[in-house]
């Protein structure tokens, strides 16, 4: 019988062969050299990036640029030992850009040379391409007043050619978030579909259902973007990118997860105007404020901010740190990240992956000769030691703690082998916070509390010590939350701290060598008459600041005082 022979078909097969086998020799080599590998008939190419270096420079160097933001570049090169490779990339350096360089197949290169022929006809903007363009995003910010004005903007695109509406998406997306004062864009892959949420006031609010062609392509986008690799999907990665908005430089943090049905993204927005909040506006109560003032007036001695991440501590830290800079004295801090840049003070940035921990930054800070050290948290028994002999030996050490409470903070600390006879010494004030979403002014409506929440109004208000703190403060009413176009509908807009502090006096001393328990130590600081979390936030609820339904929210309301 005879055998039917496809020229064609063998053809096809032998040039996908070639192609795979080229595309693994790339790979390997990639490996060898320390680079990134790429395969870019799968991605998009910028045509703005792109004209940065002509076709002939382009062809002559092997390599392409094929992506770019402000003067971050992508770039594909066959070789890092071709001598016409590293003049080139020399020579974008001296220009003032700043490569990424990614190792790819002739066949890739090929695909991006191809795009020149285009250029001459192209009519895209900088806009219209896979560039975040600043001043586009800053014109997106004013047209975003709600949550459903990005989903109109984001619906109007999804006709439109793909390179401009993926670039575009990214704009709405960051300038939607920016304008509406989230700290969070999270991308939450679903089975159909990728759900988007914004936190807003320490809330996840639904913002957008993405389908899961364009969702692919956001997400290597912002790999692309965050400087991770498009290639690893089953692996958790942490990158960054910044946009310059106005005069405000915001940096977001890029978390990918692998998840059931696609990797997960949350970019967390580090935006300076959300943290320079000055001390007397973060809500405190005078008397409680006016006990803190004290503290970080004085020359040596620890205070500690605990609660969860998002009570807003790193926030308060540099309110401190603000208030009592002067010339005279040299401030120095451990970060983890560095969120806000402040004029006169000393910043370093822990990066654990090359060693750079809290305490490696603590003891090379003991060495600077500073007056104040801000650690951002205190997280095991060297970071714990080295601050309380710090506080002990002269200096002002502003840290935090992951505990509940303020008194949690004593317990916590001998958790970390502290011992704890020096604590009083060296701790002059622990604290704790929380951030109250306060009631959109607009739509807030006056009610007659419940049963069971004048029980929880009139319990709390008896363990008030000090009526005074009563004086002026009606007690029949309450406010609620409604919504309204002001408030995306939630009944909130913006927030404030509810704050408990404890001074290591004499009493407190006493119960912690018992090795007393954190109810104990709060019934040791009954006297010091400062009022508790829950204390404060129903005060502030019985002021029309809150609701009682958002102080249930982030304290537990049942526990006895």
Same mark, same amino acid.
């Given at each position: 019988?005879?055998?039917?022979?496809?020229?064609?078909?063998?053809?096809? =097969?032998?040039?996908?062969?070639?192609?795979?086998?080229?595309?693994?020799?790339?790979?390997?080599? @990639?490996?060898?050299?320390?680079?990134? !590998? &790429?395969?870019?008939?799968?991605?998009?190419?910028?045509?703005?990036?792109? =004209?940065?270096?002509?076709?002939?420079?382009?062809?002559?160097?092997?390599?392409?640029?094929?992506?770019?933001?402000?003067?971050?570049?992508?770039?594909?090169?066959?070789?890092?030992?071709?001598?016409?490779?590293? @003049?080139?990339?020399?020579?974008? #350096?001296?220009?003032?850009?700043?490569?990424?360089?990614?190792?790819?197949?002739?066949?890739?290169?090929?695909?991006?040379?191809?795009?020149?022929?285009?250029?001459? !006809?192209?009519?895209?903007?900088?806009?219209?391409?896979?560039?975040?363009?600043?001043?586009?995003?800053?014109?997106?910010?004013?047209?975003?007043?709600?949550?459903?004005?990005?989903?109109?903007?984001?619906?109007?695109?999804?006709?439109?050619?793909?390179?401009?509406?993926? *670039?575009?998406?990214?704009?709405?997306?960051?300038?939607?978030?920016?304008?509406?004062?989230?700290?969070?864009?999270?991308?939450?892959?679903?089975?159909?579909?990728?759900?988007?949420?914004?936190?807003?006031?320490?809330?996840?609010? %639904?913002? !957008?259902?993405? %389908?899961?062609?364009?969702?692919?392509?956001?997400?290597? =986008?912002?790999?692309?973007?965050?400087?991770?690799?498009?290639?690893?999907?089953?692996?958790?990665?942490?990158?960054?990118?910044?946009?310059? +908005?106005?005069?405000?430089?915001?940096?977001?943090?890029?978390?990918?997860?692998?998840?059931? !049905?696609?990797?997960?993204?949350?970019?967390?927005?580090? #935006?300076?105007?959300?943290?320079?909040? *000055?001390?007397?506006?973060?809500?405190? /109560?005078?008397?409680?404020?006016?006990?803190?003032?004290?503290?970080?007036?004085?020359? #040596?001695?620890?205070?500690?901010?605990?609660?969860?991440?998002?009570?807003?501590?790193?926030?308060?830290?540099? @309110?401190?740190?603000?208030?009592?800079?002067?010339?005279?004295?040299?401030?120095?801090?451990?970060?983890?990240?560095? /969120?806000?840049?402040?004029?006169?003070?000393?910043?370093?940035?822990?990066?654990?992956?090359?060693?750079?921990?809290?305490?490696?930054?603590? =003891?090379?800070?003991?060495?600077?000769?500073?007056?104040?050290?801000?650690?951002?948290?205190? $997280?095991?028994?060297?970071?714990?030691?080295?601050?309380?002999?710090?506080?002990?030996?002269?200096? &002002?050490?502003?840290?935090?703690?992951?505990?509940?409470?303020?008194?949690?903070?004593?317990?916590?600390?001998?958790?970390?082998?502290?011992?704890?006879?020096?604590?009083?010494?060296?701790?002059?004030?622990?604290?704790?916070? $929380?951030?109250?979403?306060? &009631?959109?002014?607009?739509?807030?409506?006056? +009610?007659?509390?419940?049963?069971?929440?004048?029980?929880?109004?009139?319990?709390?208000?008896?363990?008030?010590?000090?009526?005074?703190?009563?004086?002026?403060?009606?007690?029949?009413?309450?406010?609620?939350?409604?919504?309204?176009?002001?408030?995306?509908?939630?009944?909130?807009?913006?927030?404030?701290?509810?704050?408990?502090?404890?001074?290591?006096?004499?009493?407190?001393?006493?119960?912690?060598?018992? %090795?007393?328990?954190?109810?104990?130590?709060?019934?040791? @600081?009954?006297?010091?008459?400062?009022?508790?979390?829950?204390?404060?936030?129903?005060?502030?609820?019985?002021?029309?600041?809150?609701?009682?339904?958002?102080?249930?929210?982030?304290?537990?309301?049942?526990?006895?005082?």
């Amino acid at each position: 019988m005879p055998v039917d022979f496809d020229e064609d078909k063998q053809n096809k =097969r032998l040039e996908e062969m070639r192609k795979n086998e080229e595309e693994d020799v790339s790979r390997i080599l @990639a490996g060898k050299y320390g680079y990134n !590998y &790429l395969d870019l008939s799968a991605l998009p190419i910028n045509s703005d990036a792109l =004209r940065i270096l002509n076709e002939e420079d382009a062809r002559a160097s092997n390599a392409a640029i094929f992506d770019m933001v402000d003067k971050k570049i992508q770039v594909a090169i066959l070789s890092p030992n071709d001598d016409k490779t590293i @003049a080139i990339l020399n020579k974008l #350096n001296g220009e003032g850009y700043f490569p990424v360089v990614h190792m790819v197949s002739k066949k890739s290169l090929e695909k991006a040379w191809g795009r020149y022929k285009d250029l001459s !006809y192209s009519t895209e903007s900088t806009a219209g391409t896979f560039d975040i363009a600043s001043d586009s995003v800053v014109k997106l910010m004013d047209q975003v007043k709600h949550i459903d004005d990005i989903k109109k903007l984001t619906d109007d695109l999804m006709g439109v050619k793909q390179t401009y509406r993926i *670039s575009k998406i990214l704009e709405i997306m960051l300038a939607g978030a920016l304008a509406l004062g989230a700290s969070d864009i999270h991308l939450e892959p679903e089975e159909v579909a990728v759900r988007m949420r914004f936190r807003i006031d320490g809330v996840l609010l %639904d913002t !957008y259902m993405f %389908d899961k062609p364009t969702y692919a392509l956001i997400l290597s =986008r912002l790999k692309l973007l965050s400087g991770l690799k498009l290639n690893v999907k089953d692996e958790a990665q942490d990158g960054r990118f910044s946009i310059k +908005i106005k005069d405000n430089n915001i940096e977001i943090r890029t978390s990918l997860l692998p998840g059931a !049905y696609d990797e997960s993204i949350v970019m967390r927005l580090l #935006n300076p105007k959300s943290i320079a909040v *000055s001390l007397e506006d973060l809500g405190i /109560e005078k008397r409680t404020l006016d006990v803190l003032i004290t503290q970080i007036n004085k020359p #040596n001695g620890m205070l500690l901010i605990t609660g969860p991440t998002g009570s807003g501590k790193t926030t308060t830290l540099y @309110a401190f740190l603000k208030k009592i800079y002067t010339p005279d004295v040299k401030i120095l801090t451990i970060e983890d990240p560095i /969120e806000y840049h402040l004029d006169g003070i000393v910043q370093t940035q822990v990066e654990e992956d090359k060693g750079y921990t809290f305490i490696a930054g603590l =003891r090379a800070a003991m060495r600077q000769d500073p007056d104040i050290i801000m650690i951002g948290e205190i $997280r095991d028994p060297e970071t714990a030691g080295t601050a309380i002999q710090a506080a002990l030996t002269g200096h &002002l050490v502003f840290s935090t703690l992951h505990t509940n409470s303020a008194a949690g903070a004593y317990p916590r600390l001998i958790d970390l082998q502290v011992n704890p006879k020096t604590i009083p010494s060296a701790l002059n004030v622990s604290m704790a916070q $929380r951030l109250l979403r306060k &009631l959109c002014p607009f739509c807030k409506k006056e +009610i007659d509390p419940n049963e069971h929440d004048r029980k929880i109004i009139d319990n709390t208000l008896s363990s008030i010590h000090d009526k005074t703190y009563l004086d002026g403060i009606q007690t029949a009413k309450i406010f609620e939350a409604v919504g309204c176009d002001k408030c995306n509908s939630t009944g909130y807009k913006g927030r404030i701290a509810i704050v408990e502090a404890i001074l290591s006096t004499k009493e407190i001393e006493e119960v912690i060598v018992t %090795d007393a328990s954190e109810r104990e130590i709060k019934k040791a @600081a009954e006297s010091q008459n400062i009022l508790d979390m829950k204390q404060d936030g129903i005060l502030k609820i019985l002021k029309g600041i809150s609701s009682i339904d958002e102080l249930g929210r982030v304290i537990d309301l049942e526990e006895e005082n």
